[in-house]
C-alpha cells in the first residue's frame, strides 16, 4: 500500500503522441510566466513535492523515471495489457535456476553514470542491499524480504538468491541503480541522492529549488542525446491551482482528476488522455471500530455500496468498478463478488445483514448495537480533491445503510497515527508489473516488515495469509493464480476494504509536434513520471 496518488482503459495516445508540450519557463521563474517558446523544453505541474529522487527511499522503484534505469523496464505497445518486462540496464533477460530461487543478471557494458562514473555489479548490490538494510527505513523494504543474498561474481553480472521460488520476482528488477559510491548507510528520506540524484537515465538534474526541478538531456546517454533538451517540473499541490496553470499556460501539462480534466479539454488546443492503471481507490474497515468489527458487517457495507455510481459521477466514466485489491488489470483476478443481487436488491441484502448482525436502525437513521452507534470516522489527504470527492460520495452512500460517516481532510502526518482505528480512503497498486507485493502489502496480516499503510486496518484471516504465502513461495505461475484467487475466495467472505475502482489516470496537454511510445498501464504513482511523459528521452520530433 502507498498513501499518495503520486509517490514514490482508454489511451488517448497512439504510437504517435501528439501530446509533446510547449516550453518551460527559466529555472526559478514565477508562477505567472508563460512557458517557454522553445519547442524542445517542456514545463510541467506536478502534486508531489520535488527533490525525492533517492531510488531506495521508493523513487523509480517501477522502472520508469528520466534519471534512474533499473535493471529491467517495462515494455508495452499500449495500456491495454500487462507490459512484458524488457532489458535496460541488463544485457538480457535474467536466468532462472535452481528451481525459480536464483536469478542470474547479466549487465550492459560500457553504461556510465551522470558523474562519469562506470556502472558495474557494485552498484546494483549496493542499491539492492540498501533498500534490505533496515537503518534505511526504505518505504519499500517489505516487497524485497524474498531476497536473501545478493552476490557479485564479476563486474557484469549479479546473482539474486531467494529465500523460496517466486515467479514474480523480475518485478523487482525495475528498481533503479545508485552509484555505489553514494549509496550511503542510514536513513533513505535524510540521503543526498534525494536532492542530488546521480543515474544513467536520459535526463540529470541541473537545478533543484524548494518548488522546482530543471532536468537537462543527457548528452553522454548511450542511445543518444534526447531531442527534448529540457524539461522542468513545478510542485503545484492543489489539483484546481494545477488547472489554472495549464490553461493559462503557465504549464504546459499536468496530471489532473478526472471531471477538472473533463472540464479543460478542448480548451485552447488542450487535450486529454486517459490512461489504464492498476490504481485503485478504497476505504480501509479497522476491525477496532464496532461497526467494522464483524466479517458480516464489512460484508454489508461492500454490499451495499454502488461503485458503478461513483465510477459514473465521481471519476467521470474514467475507471473500472472493482471488489478486491486483486483488480481485473491482473491475470490473476478472480471473478468474484460479495452477492449476486443488483441494483435495489444489494441495498436491501446489505440492510439485511446489518440487521441479522445486531445493528437496528433507531430514529434518527443510525443504527445502533448494545448502545454503540454505527459510526465510522474516514479520513483523506485534504489536497486530494479527488479522493475528498469519492470519501464524500462513500458517506452518503453508508448513510442510507443506516451508518453514520464522519469525513476528516486532514495531513498524512496527522492521519498515519490513527489508522487502527479510522477509516482511510486509501490507493493501491502501487506495482502493477507482478500482483504478489499488491497482494501481500494490502491482506496479510501485518508483520515486521509492513509499512505503515499496509493492512491499515489490521486485518487478519490465516486462510488469506496461507493462500497468499502459497503464492509468493512457487514458480509455478498456474499454482500461484490458483492460490491468489483461492485467496480472493476468502476475502469476499471477509473483507477488509470496501474497494471500490481502478482509476484511468488522466493528464491534459498540448500538442507540439513530438512523436514516441503510447502510455502504458500505470501503477499507483503517476503525475509528470507518467502518462504521455513516461518516456521522454525516446520522443522525436515530427
Given amino acids: 500500500m502507498v498513501r499518495t496518488a503520486n509517490r514514490t482503459t482508454i489511451a488517448a495516445a497512439a504510437a504517435a503522441l501528439g501530446v509533446a508540450l510547449a516550453g518551460c519557463s527559466a529555472p526559478g521563474g514565477s508562477d505567472g510566466d508563460k512557458a517557454s517558446s522553445s519547442t524542445n523544453q517542456i514545463t510541467l505541474a506536478d502534486a508531489e513535492p520535488v527533490g525525492q529522487y533517492y531510488p531506495v527511499a521508493g523513487y523509480?522503484?517501477?522502472?520508469v523515471s528520466p534519471?534512474?534505469?533499473?535493471?529491467?523496464?517495462?515494455?508495452?505497445?499500449?495500456?491495454?495489457?500487462?507490459?512484458?518486462?524488457?532489458?535496460?540496464?541488463?544485457?538480457?533477460?535474467?536466468?532462472?535456476?535452481?528451481?525459480?530461487?536464483?536469478?542470474?543478471?547479466?549487465?550492459?557494458?560500457?553504461?556510465?553514470?551522470?558523474?562519469?562514473?562506470a556502472f558495474d555489479s557494485k552498484d546494483v548490490a549496493a542499491t539492492y542491499r540498501a533498500v534490505l538494510d533496515p537503518k534505511?527505513?526504505?518505504?519499500?523494504?517489505?516487497?524485497?524480504?524474498?531476497?536473501?543474498?545478493?552476490?557479485?561474481?564479476?563486474?557484469?553480472?549479479?546473482?539474486?538468491?531467494?529465500?523460496?521460488p517466486n515467479g514474480g520476482f523480475a518485478s523487482r528488477l525495475l528498481l533503479g541503480i545508485a552509484p555505489s559510491e553514494k549509496v550511503t548507510s542510514g536513513d533513505a528520506a535524510n540521503s543526498e541522492l534525494n536532492t542530488k540524484p546521480v543515474g544513467t537515465g536520459p535526463f540529470k538534474l541541473q537545478k533543484l529549488a524548494p518548488n522546482e526541478a530543471t532536468f537537462v538531456a543527457n548528452d553522454k546517454y548511450r542511445s543518444g542525446k534526447p531531442e527534448v533538451d529540457k524539461v522542468v517540473i513545478r510542485h503545484v499541490e492543489d489539483d484546481n491551482a494545477r488547472m489554472q496553470q495549464v490553461v493559462s499556460g503557465?504549464?504546459?501539462?499536468?496530471?489532473?482528476?478526472?471531471?477538472?480534466?473533463?472540464?479543460?479539454?478542448?480548451?485552447?488546443?488542450?487535450?486529454?488522455?486517459?490512461?489504464?492503471?492498476?490504481?485503485?481507490?478504497?476505504?480501509?474497515?479497522?476491525?477496532?471500530?464496532p461497526i467494522t468489527s464483524q466479517p458480516e458487517t464489512r460484508r454489508a457495507l461492500n454490499i451495499g455500496v454502488d461503485r458503478e455510481a461513483l465510477v459514473e459521477k465521481v471519476l467521470a466514466g474514467r475507471g473500472t468498478p472493482e471488489v478486491s485489491p486483486i483488480t481485473k488489470v491482473f491475470?490473476?483476478?478472480?471473478?468474484?463478488?460479495?452477492?449476486?443481487?443488483?441494483g435495489a436488491a444489494r441495498k436491501a441484502e446489505a440492510e439485511k445483514l446489518l440487521d441479522e448482525a445486531g445493528w437496528k436502525k433507531g430514529a434518527d437513521g443510525v443504527r445502533t448495537k448494545d448502545g454503540k452507534r454505527a459510526e465510522l470516522t474516514l479520513a483523506?489527504?485534504?489536497?486530494?480533491?479527488?479522493?475528498?470527492?469519492?470519501a464524500s460520495a462513500f458517506a452518503d452512500q453508508l448513510r442510507g445503510l443506516g451508518v453514520n460517516v464522519k469525513l476528516w481532510g486532514g495531513s498524512w502526518d496527522d492521519i498515519e497515527p490513527k489508522m487502527r482505528t479510522t477509516a482511510v480512503m486509501l490507493g493501491g497498486g502501487d506495482n502493477p508489473y507482478t500482483v504478489d507485493t499488491q497482494a501481500h502489502r494490502a491482506l496479510h496480516s501485518r508483520g515486521s516488515a509492513s509499512g505503515p499503510f499496509d493492512n491499515p486496518g489490521n486485518y487478519k484471516n490465516a486462510k488469506v495469509d496461507a493462500a497468499l504465502e502459497a503464492a509468493q513461495s512457487t514458480s509455478d505461475e498456474t499454482e500461484a493464480t490458483k492460490q491468489y484467487r483461492a485467496a480472493q475466495d476468502e476475502y469476499v467472505k471477509d473483507p477488509a476494504y470496501v474497494v471500490l475502482a481502478t482509476l484511468h489516470h488522466t493528464y491534459a496537454s498540448r500538442d507540439k509536434g513530438f512523436s514516441g511510445p503510447a502510455p502504458i498501464v500505470e501503477p499507483h504513482s503517476h503525475g509528470t513520471t507518467w502518462g504521455p511523459w513516461w518516456s521522454l528521452g525516446a520522443w522525436k520530433k515530427n
Avoid at 136 to 157: N, W
Avoid at 252 to 281: C, F, I, Q, T, Y
Avoid at 331 to 342: C, E, I, L, R, Y
Fill in 136 to 164: 534505511s527505513a526504505s518505504p519499500i523494504a517489505d516487497d524485497y524480504r524474498l531476497i536473501d543474498k545478493v552476490e557479485t561474481p564479476d563486474a557484469s553480472t549479479v546473482v539474486f538468491r531467494l529465500k523460496a
Fill in 60 to 63: 523509480g522503484a517501477t522502472g
Fill in 331 to 342: 491475470p490473476q483476478h478472480a471473478d468474484v463478488d460479495f452477492t449476486k443481487a443488483k
Fill in 380 to 390: 483523506y489527504p485534504a489536497s486530494d480533491t479527488l479522493r475528498r470527492e469519492l
Fill in 250 to 289: 503557465q504549464v504546459d501539462g499536468s496530471a489532473l482528476p478526472p471531471r477538472l480534466a473533463k472540464s479543460v479539454e478542448g480548451r485552447d488546443g488542450l487535450k486529454v488522455a486517459g490512461v489504464r492503471s492498476a490504481d485503485w481507490r478504497g476505504v480501509s474497515l479497522p476491525v477496532s471500530v
Fill in 67 to 117: 534519471v534512474f534505469e533499473g535493471l529491467l523496464r517495462p515494455s508495452a505497445p499500449n495500456d491495454k495489457e500487462l507490459p512484458d518486462l524488457a532489458p535496460a540496464l541488463a544485457e538480457s533477460k535474467p536466468k532462472v535456476s535452481d528451481g525459480g530461487k536464483t536469478w542470474t543478471v547479466r549487465l550492459k557494458k560500457g553504461v556510465t553514470f551522470h558523474d562519469g562514473s
